[in-house]
């Protein structure tokens, strides 16, 4: 049984640019959620897609979008990024009402 | 909106020593609750997971409790050891959204 996988595992960006994150969910999951998490805080929920489709959403800006293929692969997209937007980026995947599945996550640093 | 603490944000113990770490909540209408590990700069490791049905779940040194009806949950790590040293989260998944819900941490230093 694999894990959530994510990639990268780190990236260092200028203010204004975008990033791409990228999450393979575990296998059986089909329903993937991203959060973000500030130094010394737990993590934030970012959206959710189930079937491909976003089925829910946190308090974060529409330059927040996300996709999911077909396989339950996720990506995530940051446009016109802050230096705000800093922080570990998890993903995980869960299926039902399971308990959910976490990645190692990408650190985000924009500078 | 959802609210979980979680008390005491730091703890210093010698080893040996049994951990106990709160989780609160402020609105009991919850799918399950979930207890996770996090090392420094890592993603987060699943511990133990109780539906809102149950009351406690066990997996080896570890024993988690849930009331859902006051808000809350503790996490009881027996014979605690300097590998224990990690920041543990809880988080809750509520019946009416589509997310979890997590307290900023508990950060355990197990002295050697």
């Known amino acids: 049984e694999t894990g959530v996988t994510q990639s990268p595992t780190h990236l260092i960006k200028t203010r204004g640019q975008q990033v791409t994150l990228r999450c393979s969910s575990q296998s059986g999951h089909n329903t993937v959620s991203w959060y973000q998490q500030a130094l010394g805080q737990g993590p934030q929920f970012i959206f959710q897609y189930y079937r491909e489709e976003e089925n829910g959403r946190g308090n974060f800006p529409p330059r927040f979008s996300g996709l999911q293929f077909p396989n339950y692969s996720s990506e995530l997209n940051v446009n016109a990024l802050e230096l705000d937007d800093s922080a570990l980026y998890l993903c995980?995947?869960?299926w039902g009402l399971g308990g959910y599945t976490f990645g190692s996550g990408t650190r985000l640093t924009v500078v | 909106k959802q609210e979980v603490t979680q008390i005491p944000a730091a703890l210093s113990v010698p080893e040996g020593e049994n951990l106990v770490l709160n989780c609160s909540f402020t609105?009991?209408?919850?799918?399950?609750l979930q207890w996770f590990r996090q090392d420094p700069g890592k993603g987060l490791t699943s511990l133990l997971l109780i539906q809102s049905s149950q009351r406690e779940q066990t997996s080896g040194r570890l024993n988690a409790s849930l009331d859902k009806s006051s808000g809350r949950s503790t996490l009881y790590i027996a014979a605690s050891q300097p590998g224990d040293s990690a920041t543990y989260l809880c988080a809750v998944k509520g019946e009416e959204d589509y997310k979890l819900s997590f307290g900023a941490g508990t950060t355990v230093t197990v002295r050697a």
């Open positions: 609105d009991s209408a919850i799918y399950n």
């Open positions: 995980a995947s869960s």
